[in-house]
């Protein structure tokens, strides 16, 4: 097999294993696959009255059949049920059946709680691999700045927990915790120690982002990127051998500690996703339900997804939305239950260990003092139409730059790719505190209220005098000269963030995008929220302030500003909408401000779908041509069946079996002369009736099985697909029955049937393919990768395929001549030229003249 040109993407996705790039020289094992359905009394492994190993599964980068995998647990479901009263063992058997898909998503719900649960106490199984990601992302942070000399172990907040000379005011500086000036130079102040800490921080940031690439470009390509849009695509029915795997597991566990303590602009949530996802994956095999069942195994990665989520952001609920509304592309009631239960496992989990130390579940608990008023729905709206516009700039930025990796040579040199994204980062990121802190502190800072006690500079405000007490509800008050130093650096990290995340993401170490375009939108918010508040305090008697913004009034809260800006930033990435809500709510807890939250997470989709209805995942999974059909996505087009399907005019014909008239050799040439993962079959030459449909990997692994078990199967047995043998010379070598592995009842679409209900049948029902007939003669097949080619010329404006179905109403040639009799065809479906008739009848529109794909 020819290794592709990117080690990270060694499949082009497409199609049903090929996508809209033309992959060559990859073999049998890599061409289109025209999988079929089957029949539920068809028995798929009878064909030696036992099982045929290899028969009904599926090769590397195939699409599964939905509609088949059904049918096989219905069948065995059957058979378990008619067994259960036979005796006790039967009995169990059933019920353990029967809870094995609630036991799985238990372990996979524990499982993600133990292993993402960010952990920082180090009572918490601080030794174990249940506090890998946090507990090392957080230390191997803080190491970029210093040490902590008595507990190596401890981060910086951590290790001034401890000391008994640190006041509340200076709570982050202690004798304890060391920075490299002072250990290296011995200077705690000074440029000697400035230039000392920043050179540390520099060699920190590379050091851990070549040691992520490295790992990542050795051991497990398939650990990087966030793995969301390759979830998705599996979940859809593809299948990527490794990429739910325990060697991925383990190295993209290792290299997202690595790629977040380097400072890089990502974050962790998505990637947690992916590493769930494994960890359901890997517990489905302990069960045979689900190890020998693709499409049962998807309902539990669906739940597994929800249970990702559930532990990344501490929001049971909204996991479960994620997976139904981002992720899931078959979400049956019961999988809905068991994500639910999946989630409250993990996030169970999660709540007993006390990952955040303050008895809450939720990542960024906020506390406001004073409820929103209607006049701010203005800002709030307006803070939507920037989380649009920065996910409709965001998404073309970053398509644009990664289409420019894989096409020139700087995609070749990875490591070196990172190497110069870390320096520049790192470079740049030091100076500005707020981009120097880890971004998942910076959200939190944005989100804070300013109380009494905060020493923020966000809250450096010019205090009232002749205030006598603390209290929580404290008026606006104008700005001091902190606050504006700080909305300079915000303004200067708003750049530094947009720029960088367009180019970090994508890049060959583990990247999500959750936090990154939240802590854009926490940025601009929290700006336009303090301008809203000096405008309410030196305006006061505008109209739209003076009824709720009196003199002394605590009137704005800058905090609740960043928390709409965030979710409005993320809506216009992800184009989520109300699993974003609730995941934004239950991380803050902030369940009185949903209302705000709503409206600039809907007014940011509309926005963004002004530019494009893609999602930053969707646009990559198209970048990479995966064989994925966006449910959200309509089809408005007017073309046909018949201007889609295969064999066009300048296409080889059509190959296909006949019912009883081929040999053993006549199969095998068949099969070595094409490309194609499956054939119609036909009654005979004459009548060219479908009969059903055989698959290419059934009909070799059936023939080579017949050869070792079966005497006298020679090359020229005859192949019977027939239900009786029909008589054959008594010299005749024994024929070979092959009806068991031939799939009855192929979905089938009539010539002038719509694409748009094509499109929406292969959405619904997970098709690989279907058969384009006319009266029962097969005139051609689309499969999922004509569909995505369709689709992909009608995005970029290619001329109609063919006028509007209501021009032509019947545009199928005729199955018979003038003179009355079928059309010739030789072992394929190629129809007679119509030129060559003296007369063309009206029935004779030309489908073999439309105009090629």
Known sequence: MEVSSDPYLPYDGGGDNIPLRELHKRGTHYTMTNGGSINSSTHLLDLLDEPIPGVGTYDDFHTIDWVREKCKDRERHRRINSKKKESAWEMTKSLYDAWSGWLVVTLTGLASGDLLAPLKSRRALAGALAGLIDIAADWMTDLKEGICLNDLWYNHEQCCWRSNETTFEERDKCPQWKTWAELIIGQAEGPGSYIMNYIMYIFWALSFAFLAVSFVKVFAPYACGSGIPEIKTILSGFIIRGYLGKWTLMIKTITLVLAVASGLSLGKEGPLVHVACCCGNIFSYLFPKYSTNEAKKREVLSAASAAGVSVAFGAPIGGVLFSLEEVSYYFPLKTLWRSFFAALVAAFVLRSINPFGNSRLVLFYVEYHTPWYLFELLPFILLGVFGGLWGAFFIRANIAWCRRRKSTKFGKYPVLEVIIVAAITAVIAFPNPYTRLNTSELIKELFTDCGPLESSSLCDYRNDMNASKIVDDIPDRPAGTGVYSAIWQLCLALIFKIIMTVFTFGIKVPSGLFIPSMAIGAIAGRIVGIAVEQLAYYHHDWFIFKEWCEVGADCITPGLYAMVGAAACLGGVTRMTVSLVVIVFELTGGLEYIVPLMAAVMTSKWVGDAFGREGIYEAHIRLNGYPFLDAKEEFTHTTLAADVMRPRRSDPPLAVLTQDNMTVDDIENLIN??????????????????????????????????????????????????????????????PLKLRSILDMSPFTVTDHTPMEIVVDIFRKLGLRQCLVTHNGIVLGIITKKNILEHLEQLKQHVEPLAPPWHCNKKRYPPSYGPDGKPRPRLNNVQLKPIAEEREETEEEVHLLNSTTL
Do not use: W
Request: contains cysteine; glycine residues 6%.
């Open 673 to 734: 002369e094409t490309s194609y993962n499956g054939f119609p079959v036909i009654m005979s030459k004459e009548s060219q009736r479908l009969v059903g449909f055989a698959l290419r990997r059934d009909l070799t692994i059936a023939i080579e099985s017949a050869r070792k078990k079966q005497e006298g199967i020679v090359g020229s047995s005859r192949v019977c697909f027939a239900q009786h043998t029909p008589s054959l010379p008594a010299e005749s070598p024994r």
